[in-house]
């Protein structure tokens, strides 16, 4: 299962701004929103997240130099939310780096699609690159490796496989035994045998092992990865 879908929206007009985050989160989306550009630019660039909406018409920088910035920075999907609906502007938001565009006016559930469709394009290029990317940690699926903040950790097989899991299932609440069960593969065992390598794994990957900032315990369920725990 695929944790939160995370998505910034990038909007100047109020009305519209709060009228796509409520239905994105009432959606299950996780939505972080913005009401310029300047502001998003610095938050981006602090945290990505799995989609970014933004209005091309903005205060402060506009929405074009923000995807280029977006775009230089990261592959992040980015969608452009516009009233302007000629070929030409379409085709400039393309050369910026957006991925999708949708013109004002626009249906909520049109939006989701569109969202759900980048999301799983982002995710099936992942998966050809062989590479898995969340926040500050990267993992490369080919070769069995992972850096955290651009440093390589050395990760035992099943430190590997449960990094992987727990990146995979971003932001979502994991009990020990579905832990156990998908990274293990067992349907009974000792449930302490998850306690103790998530415990070594933030040794490796925690910046303050004792104040984890990523891999936090849920507490009677299990553990949540965050990658967005920087900061």
């Not at 018409?57 to 980015?78: H, T, W, Y």
Request: glycine share 8%.
């Amino acid at each position: 299962m695929e944790g939160v879908v995370r998505v910034a929206v990038v909007e100047d007009d109020p009305t519209v701004r709060e009228a796509v985050g409520e239905y994105l989160r009432t959606h299950g989306y996780a939505v972080s929103s913005f009401g310029d550009g300047v502001s998003a630019r610095t938050a981006l660039r602090e945290t990505v997240p799995d989609v970014v909406i933004v209005d091309r018409m903005l205060p402060g920088i506009s929405g074009d130099e923000l995807c280029r910035e977006l775009r230089a920075a990261s592959d992040v999907p980015i969608m452009m939310l516009t009233a302007l609906g000629e070929v030409e502007d379409r085709i400039d938001g393309f050369a910026f780096g957006v991925d999708d565009y949708l013109a004002k006016p626009f249906s909520m559930r049109e939006l989701s699609l569109r969202i759900a469709a980048l999301v799983r394009r982002s995710h099936a290029a992942q998966a050809a690159s062989g590479e898995l990317r969340a926040g500050a940690f990267a993992i490369d699926l080919l070769r069995r490796r992972a850096w955290v903040r651009g440093d390589e950790v050395a990760l035992t097989s099943r430190e590997y496989e449960l990094l992987v899991f727990l990146v995979r299932n971003d932001d979502r609440a994991l009990g020990r035994d579905e832990i156990l069960r998908e990274v293990w593969g067992w349907t009974v065992g000792d449930l302490s045998t998850v306690t103790v390598h998530v415990r070594r794994l933030r040794e490796k990957v925690e910046e303050d092992p004792q104040d984890p900032r990523h891999l936090l315990t849920e507490w009677g369920v299990g553990y949540r990865f965050v990658a967005r725990g920087d900061g």
